[in-house]
């Protein structure tokens, strides 16, 4: 029913920055906390972000401080601006969302098809 897409991933060199989007919809459902996961191959995925739908933000160690997560004001977008990339954040990247049909339901989680970070040294 979710529909998840992320943009905006490429190749930059270490030192760069690039800035994720992601997008769910269709509008009339309500999402929640939204997040940002990583996976490298042969590595498990990991999470980068995560943002609530109040805005309160949680990263993994290994980025904080350089990555940042955001949301639109409609709540059905959020962003991850990254910078100050290192050859260990190329991954793909994939967007997790929680949402549901209403406030009487209960939360479904969706993912998107990832886009491709490749930061080179």
């Known amino acids: 029913q979710v529909q998840v897409v992320e943009s905006g991933g490429g190749l930059v060199q270490a030192g760069g920055s690039l800035r994720l989007s992601c997008v769910a919809s269709?509008?009339?459902?309500?999402?929640?906390?939204m997040g940002w996961y990583r996976q490298h191959p042969g590595k498990q995925r990991e999470l980068v972000a995560v943002i609530s739908s109040g805005g309160t933000t949680n990263y993994a160690d290994s980025v904080m401080g350089r990555f940042t997560i955001s949301r639109e004001n409609g709540k059905n977008t959020v962003y991850l601006q990254m910078n100050s990339l290192r050859p260990q954040d190329t991954g793909v990247y994939y967007c997790?969302?929680?949402?549901?049909?209403?406030?009487?339901?209960?939360?479904?989680?969706?993912w998107g098809q990832g886009t491709q970070v490749t930061v080179s040294s």
């Open positions: 997790n969302v929680n949402a549901r049909r209403s406030w009487f339901a209960n939360d479904n989680a969706y």
């Open positions: 269709p509008s009339t459902f309500i999402f929640n906390a």
